[in-house]
């Protein structure tokens, strides 16, 4: 059984401009008492198609872990959007939230990305390069797709 | 009959999600459902009779990563197991409110690993102790739930194919295990081993692990799903328990027989031929057919309900008063199926277990069922006001966030497997007011309670508030009466009210699981009292039956006015009279070693030491012993203030008024409360604590400079206690203060 039991992932600024950064205020309880911290990541899919353009937007470790429930809010720059395929900037992506325990993944929550422009002149044209300052990010946080994965948590053999 | 078809029990947002298993808990609030979509969801069982109901859904729990086979409430009402394709049982206790969206808080407190593929079904044993777990590892394991282990207790091979379900015999004697093998293997519970395997045809073609087989309720019979009759009708088969061979058949699906579900009661049924009634069990049967038939043991035709869902039913299960059925499917519905009288009159449990006793004279363990101490729908924390988190950049160049702290634990504690779990039982706590904690360190503290340490059940049966000592201790209605006498816990005195022609109650000595005596009386037991010499009864009627060890009445019965309170210890027995007078007895010499009255004190409990000396507690809080010579009784014990700390030796008033910043007057009142106590441990006898704590009053008086206390407490020890006085001088040595006393 998790050791770390997610409870809740707030997003703070939804729907905001496309340079903003990312910020989520995440809810877990620590069921049982860990040597080391959890690791957060927040990875932008540049492309559905292709991996390769995934963006770690930023990482951070979590602790000193207490037994209990806690709170943080991580906050991540926005996507570097000279990293995204130009005909992909605009439309449904996605952003993926993970947490691991040296180094295992065991949670992973996935928010549906809409970019759009602002302007509806934009939409109908859309521009050959992007204009990041007018579009509108909206991260679909009522649709989260969450994944959990059993990992070791302790090398001992007592659990 | 009616039968309903809830729409608000279903699980994830399609409603179509496969339910793979149903359990009504025994004390009938509430009600589980596992699924493939590896939730487990709790529900409110009061929402099935009351259409007013509001709070329906109070939990879905997310804990496994696979689809959960099986949940299993835990006799004792206040945990449930679950098992899954993710290879791990957990086990769920309720917790006061998180911070979820569930209306109740249910935390799994321990996973059990150990199977090394899809947990298939599981069974707790009928007193809650042991979890059996069957898997498509092949194996059956017995996890050791109350003793808080989390590795199996035992691992039973013997199957050669999966093992599609387990389960316990009502009298916890033996743990079946049916296999895909086609086996029936049949474990002893005292050393796990095979008793016999039934080989018999279990032989459908397709490989349908969805098994479940069931006990009656009054052991007699095991039904589980049988062969195929002919090309289109299977059948259950109905083994008798004695050498487990068929001794007939339930025939009438139209698809193989998936799950029988035993109802826990039996039915008083009327033949139509005769006028007498029989008592009869009932099950349920549930097929792949989607069809639902309730048996009982005569029936020659069931109560079927057809096509009650558009897949197989997957799992039943009876409410405790044998009026409901709730069924499962694949389909990701449940049906209710309310009875009112068809199946019969539902037996009481007394009837049920006068019955039981009068076929194998015994009756089947029960658990202890621990009332919630906490109201069902406890209410959610509020979310707290964000504080700074901070954060730090290390080395690597990684961002280290130190997240804000919301709220004290919410559930169990860490997980240690070496935490010893004691199983909460309502005491009355007189007897045992534990003075230091199980952490103590050596320091000897005192116990004052040395005097009892027997668990006196009978008075938390009789009444249902631990301290709600009624004026007439109420005849027993429930099953037992009974009193530990070895104090290692497993020598039980018992009583129980039998409803037969001329005998009223029987005890018995019961060691274990073993009945070591047992006798029969013509009278209602009231109270009973025992110790390693002789147990004692005392019964409505007013006589006192004395037994001894061995079971053999010791002497003849005798005729007591009235009996309030009755202890023992060693060779003596003590009885309070409801007249407030006490009288004690030396069994072996058959004396009555002390007559007298407890006119003003309120007596809320009475205990006996070996040597026969008793005490008594007040209800004000306060103990007194009785001591002979002078005729009087001593308090020992003051009600309120503490003047101990429970973990050790620090003397301290804890009364505020008494604490004066005047530091003279403080250290007075210490040393006069060490004074009573060192009067109180020499009055009792307590050697050992009786010299620590006149090292500790002699330092004490050293640092207060009380010279002539000093000299008093030095002379006393010179002329009684040599060995003390050596001690004390020594101590006195070291402080230069010897030559000032001119000893």
Redesign the interface.
Known sequence: MAAINVTNVRVLNNPTSFLESFRFEITFECLTPLQEDIEWKIIYVGSSNDAKYDQVLDSALIGPLQYGAMRFIFEAPGPDISKIPVDEVVGITAVILTCSYKDQEFYRIGYYVNNQYTEPELMENLPSTPIPEKIQRSILEDRPRISKFPIEWTSSKTN | MWIEKPEWIYHGEKRHMPILSIDIQPLMERFITGAMDSTICVWNFKGLIDTEEKELKLATL??H?GPVNCVRWNPNTQTFASGSD?K?I?IWEQKEG???DNLEEW??V??L?GHLSDVKDLNWSKTGKYLASGSIDNKVIIWNVEGRQ?YPYQILSGHESYVSAVAFDPFDKYLVSLGEDKKLIIWNTKDWKQIKIYDQALSHNASQVLKRLAFTPDARNLVLPGPKKSNYKYMASVLNTENFEAEKYFIGHLQPVSVVAASPVLYKVEKTDKSEKTLQWAVAIGGFDSTISIWRNEDTKPIAIRDLFSCAVSDLSWSTDGKIVLGCSNDGSVAVIYLANELGDVVSQREMHSFMFELYSEIPPEPVIQHTLRKPFAKKLE?QP?NE?K?IR?QNG??????????????SG??N?NQTYKPYIPVSTSNITIMSSPNAPSLPSVDINKFSFKVNLSRILCNSEPHNYSESICPVNLLHVSKLISTSGDIVLEAMILEMNHVRSAIRLRKGNKQLWINYLQHTVQILAGSQYFAAVYTEEGYLYCYTIGGIQALPEMKITSCKFMESSGHYLGILSKEHALYVYNLEERKEVIRCKTDDIEVKSLSINEEGVPKIESKTGEFFVFDQSMSLWMRIKNSGLEYYKADGWNPQPLSTDLVTSDLDSYMQISISQVETQLLRLKFLGYKEEYSYTVKKYVNMLIDAHDVYKLIDITQSLKSTNKVLFEEVSKILESHDILNKLMI
């Open positions: 997310s804990q990563c993710d791990l957990i998180g911070l979820s935390r799994g321990f996973t690993q989390f979310p964000m988190q954060e290390l990684k961002r280290r966030i130190q997240p804000v702290f919301l709220s004290t634990p919410t559930s860490p997980q497997p």
